[in-house]
């Protein structure tokens, strides 16, 4: 009797197990979440730009003479008057040579004064008919030439003023120290750059195109720009200059965009986003990740809105911009492309779309 109810207690476990299996298989497949976008041509747009905010009108300022720096007054952000002092040589130089001018000066003047009295004898001595024409002559080129001996002592004397002058450096104008060449005992070069001084009134956003962009600005053309620390705060621009050449490197165009009443914020040497509206290129823009490429073929995955299945779809590829990739043929506006995981679908394969509620 035993081996029996053994057998039955089987056949019921196989039967029950056959019952599972038939079961599963009559179950849908459970549908995979994707991310999705609907694709759509454009006109138009809106891109934006790091940039950072710089003085239209900055210079490099230097002696005009060479020295040892023995001050420097001026440092990195201060902000300065004009006329102010900077820095300073070692003006001992040339004080001496400002004593050498003003004694060539004094001897130059003695000299006059002798000659012009040695003139007025022998123009006296002239008329008394005690003395020769000859003679005259003689006294008054003795004169004239004292005279330009005078001036050129006071010609002397001048430069050598001015030269001492020129061992204070002085801002030209209202403005902010934003870089320093120099350091107090370093002996200078005419001309060399000490202090850069910029002026903070008159600002500009610089930035870096990518020479697709660039060439399709001109001068005039309008820029929205947000400060990046806190995109809240804003200014509105025109591109004043745009570089002939693009860089030979990066190949960005660099343009140059004047500020209309920039806020405080906009301090010099501030990061910016600036941003225009331009023309869109042809064909339909999508993420990198959306493309697949397999076995020779460029492709995407298209969901059917009715069936929520996936099929591949040909695309044939316009360009590619780092994260973004321009499809030239092969999509139709409103087509619903999946833009993540397209590695492990299948054709058929149901899914569901991530932003739909259930």
């Not at 207690?9 to 039967?15: C, P, S």
């Not at 007025?120 to 005259?136: D, G």
């Amino acid at each position: 009797m035993k081996p029996v109810l053994t057998s039955l207690a089987a056949m019921g476990a196989v039967g029950l197990l056959a019952a599972c299996q038939d079961q599963k298989h009559d179950e849908a497949p459970v549908p995979r979440p994707v991310l999705s976008i609907v694709v759509a041509s454009q006109s138009e747009r809106i891109v934006g730009f790091s940039g950072t905010v710089e003085a239209r009108y900055r210079s490099d300022l230097g002696f005009r003479v060479l020295g040892r720096i023995v001050s420097r007054d001026a440092n990195v952000a201060d902000l300065i008057q004009k006329g102010e002092r900077l820095a300073t040589l070692d003006p001992v130089a040339y004080q001496l040579a400002v004593r050498s001018a003003q004694a060539d000066l004094a001897s130059a003047t003695a000299q006059l004064e002798n000659a012009a009295a040695t003139e007025a004898r022998q123009r006296t001595l002239l008329q008394q008919n005690i003395t020769s024409e000859a003679q005259f002559d003689v006294a008054r080129q003795a004169r004239e030439s004292a005279e330009a001996g005078v001036s050129r002592a006071r010609a002397n004397l001048a430069k050598a003023q001015e030269q001492l002058g020129y061992t204070d450096l002085r801002a030209d104008f209202d403005g902010v120290v934003t870089a320093v060449g120099a350091e107090p005992g370093q002996v200078v070069q005419p001309g060399q750059t000490v202090v850069s001084v910029a002026r903070p009134d008159v600002r500009e956003a610089i930035i870096d195109l990518p020479e697709s962009v660039g060439r399709g600005l001109s001068q005039g053309t309008r820029f929205d720009v947000a400060l990046q620390l806190d995109p809240s705060i804003r200014s509105t621009g025109s591109v004043r200059e745009i570089a002939p050449q693009a860089d030979p490197v990066t190949r960005t165009v660099r343009v140059r965009i004047t500020l209309d009443k920039p806020p405080e914020s906009f301090r010099i040497g501030t990061t910016v986003t600036a941003m225009v509206t331009t023309q869109a290129l042809p064909g339909i823009e999508l993420p990198a990740s959306a493309v697949l490429e397999r076995d020779g073929r460029t492709l995407v995955w298209i969901v059917d809105p009715a069936t929520k299945t996936v099929s591949p779809q040909d695309v044939s590829i316009a360009a590619r911009n780092g994260s973004s990739i321009r499809i030239a043929n092969g999509l139709t506006p409103s087509a619903r492309v999946v833009t993540a995981g397209v590695n492990s679908l299948t054709p058929g394969q149901t899914v569901k779309i991530a932003d739909e509620t259930p």
